[in-house]
C-alpha cells in the first residue's frame, strides 16, 4: 500500500471509511468485499501514479529539447540527470497489484461516477472512497520523487558558474519547483475519510442474512427443545 495508513485493528462495528479501506488492503483473510474495496484502491492508485508521471515526464522531455538545443548540450543535459527508479517502482507496483484484484474480484460492482457522496449506498461510498484514496495518494507520493529531482537540479544551478543555462533549461519558477496536480492536495479522502461506516467484513445483503440466522437459530433450537 501506498498512503502510508495506520496498522487496522480488529473488525469493528463502525469504523470510518478510511479505516475500512485499510482494513481491507491489510487483512490477511480477504473477503469479498475486502478485494473488491483494494480493486477500487488500486484502480486509483494506477490512474494516479499513471496521470503524474505524464505530467512530469512531459515537462522532462521540454527540458531536454531544450537542453538538447544548447551550445554547451552536454553540460545542459547534466542538469536534468534525473533517478526516477522509484517512480518505475511505484508504477509497476500498482499495475501489479490492480491485475491481481481485478482477477481476484468476481463482484462486478463498478465506482460509482457523477454521483453525491450523500446519495450513495454505503457500498458505493466505501467503493467510491477507496478509489479516491489510492488516486490521491500515489498522485501525492510520486510527485514528490519528481520534486525531490527537481530540487536537486535547483541546488546544482544556484551554485553553478553557469546558472543562467540551468535556470533557461527548468524554465520553472526557482521558489515552486512542483506542477499543480489537483489531486495532491488530497481534498476527497481528507473530506470523506472520517465519514463512519457500518459496513462489516462483508458485502451488506450477505451481512443482513447472516444476522438474521444467528437471531433465528436460538429459536428453533428451543422449539425444538419444547417437541421432545
Not at 490477511?28 to 503524474?52: F, M, N, P, W
Not at 440466522?213 to 428453533?220: A, I, L, R
Request: aromatic letters at 10%; charged letters at 35%; glycine letters at 8%.
Amino acid at each position: 500500500m501506498f498512503a502510508g495508513p495506520e496498522e487496522a485493528g480488529e473488525k469493528e462495528l463502525c469504523m470510518t471509511l478510511k479505516e475500512r479501506v485499510v482494513n481491507a488492503l491489510e487483512a490477511k483473510d480477504q473477503s469479498d468485499l475486502d478485494i473488491l474495496l483494494s480493486r477500487c484502491y488500486y484502480e486509483g492508485a494506477a490512474e494516479g501514479v499513471a496521470h503524474t508521471c505524464d505530467v512530469y515526464d512531459e515537462k522532462i522531455a521540454e527540458m531536454q529539447k531544450t537542453a538538447e538545443g544548447m551550445r554547451y548540450h552536454n553540460l545542459a543535459k547534466s542538469f536534468i540527470d534525473y533517478d526516477l527508479s522509484k517512480v518505475e517502482g511505484y508504477k509497476g507496483t500498482a499495475q501489479q497489484k490492480l491485475a491481481q484484484y481485478k482477477e481476484a474480484d468476481k463482484s462486478g460492482h463498478k465506482i460509482p461516477e457523477d454521483t453525491l457522496m450523500d446519495d450513495m449506498s454505503e457500498l458505493d461510498q466505501a467503493c467510491y472512497f477507496a478509489y479516491w484514496f489510492g488516486r490521491e495518494g500515489l498522485t501525492h507520493v510520486v510527485s514528490d520523487v519528481y520534486m525531490k529531482e527537481i530540487n536537486k537540479t535547483m541546488e546544482k544551478i544556484r551554485d553553478h558558474k553557469y546558472h543562467g543555462m540551468g535556470e533557461k533549461i527548468l524554465d520553472m519558477d526557482m521558489s515552486k519547483p512542483y506542477i499543480y496536480l489537483s489531486d495532491y492536495s488530497m481534498d476527497m479522502t481528507g473530506l470523506f475519510g472520517g465519514d463512519e461506516t457500518s459496513l462489516g467484513k462483508d458485502f451488506p445483503e450477505k451481512e443482513k442474512a447472516q444476522e438474521k440466522e444467528q437471531t433465528q437459530e436460538p429459536e428453533k433450537k428451543k422449539d425444538h427443545s419444547r417437541s421432545r
